[in-house]
C-alpha cells in the first residue's frame, strides 16, 4: 500500500467484515472511522498503518480523547493530516498488517558481531524455535520509530552471527502486527524504540512478551556505563505493560518480582514472571574441537605446560577483571606457575583492565586476551582450560560457569546470585566473595596446590545434569504461546 487511500482499505479489510468494495472515497472513510470509534487499541492501528509509525503512548492517549470529545471521524481525518504533513516521506513505504502471527524483535542481534551473553542467548533460542515453529523475525529503522521484517542478510546475523555488517533495505516494507504475539528476547534500550513497545502493550490487541535477563541497572548501577540507568529504567516502563516475562534465574526472578511489586504503588498489576533456566549443555564433541584459540591444553597430564587459567567476557568494570589481574599477580609473585587467557573484547570503561594488562604483559608475566573466538574455538579453551574463573560483581544468569561445568572444567565463582546456583546444582565450582581480592587469590591457590581438590572438583563437574538449547527453546516457546500457557509448568531438570 503506498498512499493513504490504499492505507485506508487496508484498515477496512481488517476492521470491517462485510467488505468495502462497493463504498466511495468519503463513504469507505467515514465507515472505517465508525468502526474504529473510542477504540484505544483501533486507534492505535489506524495512526500506526496511516502514518506507517508505530505511535507512543501520548499520540494514543491524544486520539482517544479527541475520538471522545469531537468523534471518531475528527480523529481519522486528524491521522490522515500527520500522514500528509509531519510523515510525508512515509507515504511511498508499503504498510503489511501482520494477523495472529508470532513476531520476533531480534534488532539488536540481527546487527551485531557479538557472540556472547545476551547475543548468544538470542541466536540459540531463535535458531531452534526458526527449526520447529513459524516465526517473523522483525527490526527497526534506523530512528526506532517503524518496524520492519529483516531483510535476508540481517536475518542471516541474527540466527548466525554471519554476516554483523547487514544493512537495511533502502525503503523497507513497513511491518505493523495485529493480534500478534511480539517476543522481545533481547535487551531494547533505545528510548523510541522502547517507547513505542510500551504503546504496542499498553494499547494494541497484541501481547507482549520478554524475556528477563537481569536488572543489572538497577542493582548494581554502578557498574553500568552513563546513562544506561535512565534507558533501562524506559525499558522497564513497556515490561510492565508484558503479558509475560521469562527470567534466566532464581536470582533476576527474584530481581523482576521485586520490580513488579514496586509497580502496585502506581496502580499497574505487571506481568507474569516465570523462571526458566538457562541450558548448561557443552557444544561441540571434543573431538570435533580445532586449537583456534591457540591457547595448548592446560590440562594436566597431557603435556609440560603450566595450567591455564580462563576467564570469559566483556572487560567492563562489572565482571571484575581487574581483581583477577591483580589476584593472579599475587600468585605470580608467590611463584605459582600457570598461564592466564582473557577471552572477550572491551567495553564501557575498560581503561584500567587494558592499562593493568599492558603493564603485566611488559613485565613478562604469561597473561594474554583472545577476541573474536568462534563459538567452536571458545569451546575448546573450556576444554583446554584448568581452571575457569568468573568472580563477576551480578550476572542474571552467568553463562561462562554453567559453559565451563559442561565440559568438567572446574569454575571459581561468586558466592552469590546466579553465580551460586549454578554451582550449587551440582559442584564443580569454589566460591568466593568477588568484593575480596584476597579470598579470590586464596581459592585460586588451593585449587593450584591441591591435587584432590581439583580431581573432586572435577568429578563432580563432569557428573553434572545437562540441559540442552533445545530443551529451553522449546520451555520459553510454550510459556509463551497463550494456548497453552495457562497450564504450562516448566521441566525441572
Known sequence: MNNLTARTELLAGILLSGGSTSLSKSQLEQTVAAAIGTSAERLWLLFAVMTATLPVQDEVVYLVRMSRLRGSQAAFQHVRRLARTRFIGRLG????????????????????ELATGIQKVVRKTIVEWEASHTINLVGWDADYTRLRMLDVDERENALYGSRPNARQAPRPTVTIPWNCDYILPELATEPDRTARIQA???FSNNRLHVVGHDCVPLTTAETVGPGMGGAFAKNLSAVARATRVATTSTASTAEYRGWRTMLGSIGVVGP???????????EFADSDSDSGSGSGSGSEGTDRRPPLLLCVGSHEPRKNHLAVLHACELLW????????LFVGGNSWNSDGFEQQLDQMIAFGRPVRV???LSDRQLWQAYREATLTLFPSVNEGFGLPVAESLAVGTPVVTSNFGSMKEIADAGGGALLVDPRDDATLAEAIREFLTDSELRDRLRLEAVARTQRTWAQYADDLWHYFDPQVASSYAPRVT
Not at 272 to 282: G, H, N, R, V
Request: no cysteine; net charge negative; glycine share 4%.
Open 272 to 282: 507474569e514472571i516465570q523462571e526458566i533456566m538457562l541450558p548448561t549443555a557443552a
Open 93 to 112: 513505504n508499503e504498510v503489511r498488517i501482520l494477523q495472529e502471527k508470532t513476531v520476533v524483535d531480534a534488532h539488536h542481534t540481527a546487527r551485531s
Open 200 to 202: 504496542l502493550a499498553q
Open 370 to 372: 583472545a577476541r573474536g
Open 333 to 340: 609473585r608467590e611463584g605459582q606457575d600457570f598461564e592466564l
